[in-house]
């Protein structure tokens, strides 16, 4: 899952919003045991200023 999700970040920063997006809906559904229950684990300011 985490590899998906920094796929999408770094399209989203690239400027690929499309791709992004379609990296995030490809991703499989998970039941809410499997969910982090901090949340997000995007920093507060979003993606800005990340180093991948």
Same mark, same amino acid.
């Given at each position: 899952? %985490? *590899?998906?999700?920094?796929? &999408? &970040? *770094?399209?989203?920063?690239?400027? #690929? *919003?499309? @791709? @992004?997006?379609? @990296?995030? +809906? #490809?991703?499989?559904?998970? #039941? !809410? !045991?499997?969910? +982090?229950?901090?949340?997000?684990?995007?920093?507060?300011?979003?993606? %800005?200023? %990340?180093?991948?």
């Amino acid at each position: 899952m %985490q *590899i998906m999700t920094k796929v &999408a &970040a *770094i399209l989203y920063m690239n400027g #690929d *919003i499309n @791709a @992004a997006k379609e @990296a995030l +809906d #490809d991703m499989p559904p998970r #039941d !809410e !045991e499997e969910l +982090d229950p901090v949340g997000t684990l995007c920093p507060p300011n979003g993606l %800005q200023g %990340q180093l991948f």
